[in-house]
């Protein structure tokens, strides 16, 4: 069983920047690759950036330039530098592992940007 803790969520203005933090239980963490997905409303969730287990990142491309992920195994943590936030990057933000098949959510974090 795999345990996710988004933190680092918040109001931010227009240009502002925050950073997202997710913490996870167990080991099998550190080997196996880890995503930031977010979802607004009315809308499917949308992956938004992963890494692997041995750091190759991918972005989405709304995101590229602004937002950079990272993890630190030591301590089981995957983070999401968000820079230059725009309206458009409000959403509930969630991490996400998937792990022999099976899909491990955290609660989610809000991100809300104020023009």
């Known amino acids: 069983q795999v345990q996710l803790v988004e933190s680092g969520g918040g109001l931010v203005q227009t240009g502002g920047s925050l950073r997202l933090s997710c913490a996870a239980s167990?080991?099998?963490?550190?080997?196996?690759?880890v995503a930031w997905y977010r979802q607004t409303p009315g809308k499917q969730r949308e992956l938004v950036a992963s890494?692997?287990?041995?750091?190759?990142?991918n972005y989405a491309d709304s995101v590229k330039g602004r937002f950079t992920i990272s993890r630190d195994n030591a301590k089981n943590t995957v983070s999401l530098q968000m820079n230059s936030l725009k309206p458009e990057d409000t959403a509930v933000y969630y991490c996400?592992?998937?792990?022999?098949?099976?899909?491990?959510w955290g609660q989610g974090t809000q991100v809300t940007v104020s023009s």
């Open positions: 996400n592992q998937r792990i022999f098949g099976n899909n491990y």
């Open positions: 890494i692997t287990s041995g750091g190759a990142t």
């Open positions: 167990g080991s099998i963490f550190r080997t196996n690759a």
